[in-house]
């Protein structure tokens, strides 16, 4: 059972989402707040597997709570699912480099929701297509590449993967322009994540462009 918490200043798109969610039988909502704080008190009462995460509440905003839910090794479980009525890129960026693990619009079609929260559960970053390509650009654009810490130990086909990763690549589509298999390029990431210190794919993202592995246009 996939368990959620919903985080939202509004009461009725916390209702919306809980109805939608609580419909599935794999998928279970366990709590809901109104601003940040008590989005991070309920991540420590509960322990869910996702949190969908508004930005904008009152008191602490959705971005400090997932960088709090982020930082607590108690939570190294716990993945958010960032959403928001606004496309803007610098909060995709804030958002992925404060450990979130995935970034919705709130007008998304209600099975990519159900989708994206089983995707996020399972460990695997999400984006809304449109957004990821602008996300690219917009770390192009602020990250100095400096090597996060376990760069060092990466073997290079390990960092040909996270560039691969970075660049938005999934497992498969890896495995095919390195001529390997799925499940050998799976192993790559996940060893790759483990060194790097990675809670999720969607922190590949993060690393790849602050270690200079990846720049939007390189793989044209």
Known sequence: MIRVVIADDQALVRAGFRALLDS????????????????????RQTRPDVVLMDIRMPGMDGLAATREIAKDAALAGVHV???????????????????AAGFLVKNTEPDELIRGVRVVAAG??????SVTRR????FARTVQPAP??????LTEREREVVALA???????E??????????????HVSRAMIKLGARDRAQLVVFAYEAGLVRPGWMS
């Open 124 to 129: 695997d970053g999400l984006l809304s297509p």
């Open 148 to 153: 996060p810490l376990g760069l060092a130990d």
């Open 174 to 187: 890896i495995a095919a322009r390195l001529v390997v298999s799925p499940a050998t390029a799976k192993t």
């Open 24 to 43: 599935e039988p794999d998928i279970e909502v366990v709590g809901e707040a109104g601003d940040g704080a008590q989005a991070v008190r309920l991540a």
């Open 166 to 172: 970075g660049a938005g690549l999934s497992n498969d």
């Open 135 to 138: 996300v690219i650009e917009q």
């Open 81 to 99: 699912v960032v959403l928001t009525t606004f496309e803007l890129d610098e909060y995709v960026a804030e958002a992925l480099r404060g450990g």
